[in-house]
């Protein structure tokens, strides 16, 4: 009997090719978006999971609040140094801590340099974290101070091969370079780990050279490993008490000396919490977190796109089963019991489903390159394969044969034989079922067009705003931290790019953007400070809105004048800013006379609003990075040019460069991938409808050959009877329309409501996504209904 089942489904499958090659392509589809999207979300929410003391590992947090502990100010999953070891000796619920800082080295291996990025750790980082050594033992690596243990990648790249133990590298420390043997070589870090290394020194050599005991450090990421029967909510709640004692003596120093009046407590965050975590970022320590918003879009996505597939797939089963009631009727009138006629009608619905399920897994292996590049992961078919992934695709998959055998397998096998036989069964009646699913799969896919026009206005609008300075052209190079400072050599750099045609300007500042807290008229402001040179604003292209700029011609302006932004000035509550003094407690004291108003400009990304801001001249801050603005002509000319100067001057480091704009499109990575994927799945989900769309309107045109065929033998047009055919689909549109538009109307302004600076969705985005889908179905059915109005009536009529 099973074979004889199959034998029927099969013939079914082929003498119906049109229905069959549709059903397939559209379920086929879907469930291939499905398994990739499920490889991906696997390994997000795999990272850090695979060490074996994954449930005991623990991120050290600090949270910052004001006096009162009502505001936030600061959240960070960084440390300084003390705090680790101060918290594992205090407490004896934690069984080992483990540092990581980040850093970066300049690096000689024979007659070759390189920039190299490193951590520094403690000596037990391979007894923390289950990170597999091809040469070395975890114990041993860091047995000496000038230990290095590289990667089998930095191996390969330094020496050309994975054995390396024993190999010496030179790495640059404080102007010079020292020696240090190569004690360990470990496997590259997996991909879905938080801790991506190259290379890996000893905090003990760290310390040997510097201390720092301060306990309002924030440089490093601590982990302490809990023991077995430890609660980490009651290790929180000793950390904070610990820190009331150990760190007494500075915040009443920093409350004396500078006013200091914050709250400042100690968390735990899980480590298998960290890559899915946003709050405390990731710091150069650890790989930067991932949105959870890209998890759960892709994740809706996914059930958006499983839905419209299944939706499918059971209209089309619906619709081509309205045409086997007479070979029902057949079979019960032979002596066919409704209980075989259920399970040949499911058996034939698994078998469809299966078949489509071995397309899908064929066409992810194809695809899975392509989502790779799209996604920046590095994803294998095989992650797919575990025991509970499995049981999730057969449950799926006997879902899915359910969801679409179930109508013509518990409906068609009541009917009665007589009266289906004498065409008297009310198959031609409205059908809600498929047409509610039509609404439904209609209202999915014009969502997600409406998703995907919002967010590319808003990567436009994040991409083309105006800045308050000009980013073209203007080139970024890093300078080494030197012994002698780098004042001097930024002026050289100067004099000697000094009228060179290529270049418009030159200009320096501080490496990264320092952020503090100072004090003005007795209110204590958070600030972003930078050191600038009298250049910086006008390379740039930032407006003063009031007092001056740094000159040349004041020389206190490299002592004590400072530049604020209008940002500052508002969050000061000055309605005359020139003259205002600017107190620095966390650096004596210091106090700054404000020459000059800076409009403001964005200076971060536009994730964050404009926060208040402080230039000074000072040399407190040394300068780290020199910009050029060059003409837009004979750009490589000028980049060998900038090269050849820098080793001039400092020919023992090595000459590294970026295009601002090219850091800033970095900054909005996120919105890309963002942009790339909805736009796969909105077009993906609009094809898949259509699909089955074409598939209804082929059965709706079988359906009605004869009425058709009266209807022009009475005089009826082309235009008409495909005006006829069209409409039934029209209204359906209709209803999806009006129910799509305000959800998603509700939906992406929420969405839109997260970023400080975005657009304003317009009404004619909405009227757009609603003029092309209706197009594209009119489309897609006008086909089948031309086609079925110029059919020969005669022909029409005559047909059973």
Not at 400 to 414: I, N
Request: glycine share 6%; charged share 15%; with cysteine.
């Amino acid at each position: 009997m099973l074979t004889n089942y199959l034998k029927i489904a099969w013939r079914n499958l082929v003498n119906q090719r049109v229905y069959s090659l549709i059903n397939l392509s559209g379920l086929s589809l879907g469930l291939t978006c499905v398994l990739v999207i499920v490889l991906y979300l696997k390994n997000e929410l795999s990272f850090d999971s695979f060490h074996d003391k994954a449930d005991r590992i623990y991120r050290l947090t600090n949270t910052t609040t004001n006096a009162s502990g009502t505001d936030i100010k600061n959240r960070t999953g960084n440390t300084g140094a003390v705090q680790g070891p101060a918290f594992a000796a205090s407490i004896p619920e934690i069984e080992s801590v483990t540092r990581m800082m980040g850093v970066s080295f300049n690096v000689r291996s024979g007659n070759e340099g390189f920039n190299q990025n490193a951590h520094y750790v403690d000596t037990n980082f391979f007894q923390t974290f289950s990170l597999p050594l091809l040469e070395g033992t975890p114990r041993s690596v860091f047995s000496t101070l000038r230990s290095v243990v590289l990667t089998e990648k930095t191996a390969q790249t330094y020496f050309g091969t994975t054995h390396a133990l024993g190999q010496t590298l030179s790495l640059e420390m404080d102007g010079t370079f020292e020696p240090f043997v190569v004690t360990g070589v470990a496997k590259n870090p997996l991909p879905n780990s938080s801790l991506q290394f190259e290379m890996l020194l000893s905090f003990d050599f760290l310390e040997s050279k510097y201390k720092n005991d301060q306990w309002f450090s924030q440089y490093l990421a601590t982990f302490f490993v809990l023991r077995p029967d430890a609660s980490p909510l009651n290790v929180e709640q000793k950390l904070d008490r610990v820190f009331a004692v150990l760190g007494r003596d500075q915040v009443a120093k920093a409350a004396k000396e500078r006013g200091y009046q914050e709250q400042r407590q100690f968390g735990l965050q899980p480590l298998t919490d960290v890559h899915l975590t946003l709050e405390y970022g990731g710091g150069n320590e650890l790989a930067m977190p991932t949105s959870p918003m890209i998890l759960y879009l892709l994740g809706g996505i996914a059930l958006f796109i499983l839905a419209i597939a299944c939706i499918n797939f059971v209209n089309l089963t619906v619709a081509r089963s309205l045409r086997r009631a007479r070979e029902v009727g057949v079979r019960k009138v032979i002596g066919g019991k409704r209980s075989q006629l259920i399970r040949q009608f499911l058996g034939e619905s698994l078998l469809l489903s299966a078949i489509a399920f071995g397309l899908a897994l064929g066409f992810a292996q194809l695809v899975l390159p392509f989502f790779n590049a799209l996604s920046g992961q590095n994803l294998s078919l095989s992650y797919l394969f575990d025991t509970r992934l499995v049981l999730l695709y057969i449950g799926l998959l006997i879902i899915t044969a359910l969801l679409a055998g179930s109508y013509p397998a518990f409906v068609l096998s009541k009917f009665n034989p007589s009266r289906v036989l004498y065409g008297r069964a009310g198959l031609q009646g409205k059908n809600y079922l498929s047409q509610g699913l039509v609404v439904v799969q209609f209202a999915l896919s014009v969502f997600l067009i409406m998703a995907t026009l919002a967010v590319f206005s808003q990567f436009n609008f994040l991409t083309t705003k105006d800045l308050g300075y000009n980013p073209e052209h203007l080139v970024r190079i890093d300078l080494p931290t030197l012994r002698t400072g780098n004042d001097n050599v930024t002026q050289l750099f100067r004099q000697k790019l000094a009228n060179q045609p290529d270049l418009v300007s030159v200009t320096a500042k501080n490496r990264l953007d320092e952020y503090t807290s100072v004090r003005t008229n007795d209110k204590d402001i958070d600030v972003n400070y930078l050191r600038i040179d009298e250049n910086y604003l006008p390379t740039l292209g930032i407006k003063l809105a009031q007092g001056r700029n740094f000159s040349t011609a004041y020389a206190s302006d490299t002592l004590d004048n400072a530049l604020v932004n209008e940002s500052f000035v508002r969050e000061a509550g000055w309605k005359n800013p020139i003259g205002q003094r600017v107190i620095f407690p966390e650096r004596d004291n210091k106090a700054y006379r404000v020459v000059g108003v800076v409009r403001d400009y964005h200076y971060s990304s536009l994730h964050e609003s404009i926060q208040p801001q402080v230039f000074v001249g000072d040399a407190d801050l040394a300068f780290g990075e020199i910009w050029v603005r060059i003409q837009a002509g004979n750009v490589t000319r000028t980049l060998a040019l900038l090269d050849r100067t820098y080793h001039q001057l400092i020919p023992q480091h090595f000459y590294s460069y970026q295009f601002l704009d090219t850091i800033l499109a970095e900054q909005y990575d996120l919105e890309v991938r963002l942009r790339q994927i909805i736009t796969w799945a909105a077009g993906l989900c609009l094809f898949i409808s259509c699909l089955g769309l074409f598939g209804i309107a082929t059965f709706s045109a079988e359906r009605r050959t004869k009425e058709i065929g009266v209807r022009k033998v009475l005089g009826a047009s082309v235009a008409e009877v495909t005006a006829l055919l069209s409409r039934d689909v029209l209204w359906l549109l209709v209803i999806a329309l009006l129910i799509a538009i305000p959800i998603a109307w509700l939906s992406l302004n929420r969405w839109l409501d997260t970023y400080p600076f975005h657009v304003t969705l317009s009404v004619w985005l909405f009227v757009g996504a609603a003029c092309f889908t209706v197009v594209l179905a009119l489309l897609t059915v006008s086909f089948q209904s031309i086609k079925a109005a110029l059919m020969n009536p005669v022909k029409s009529l005559r047909s059973d």
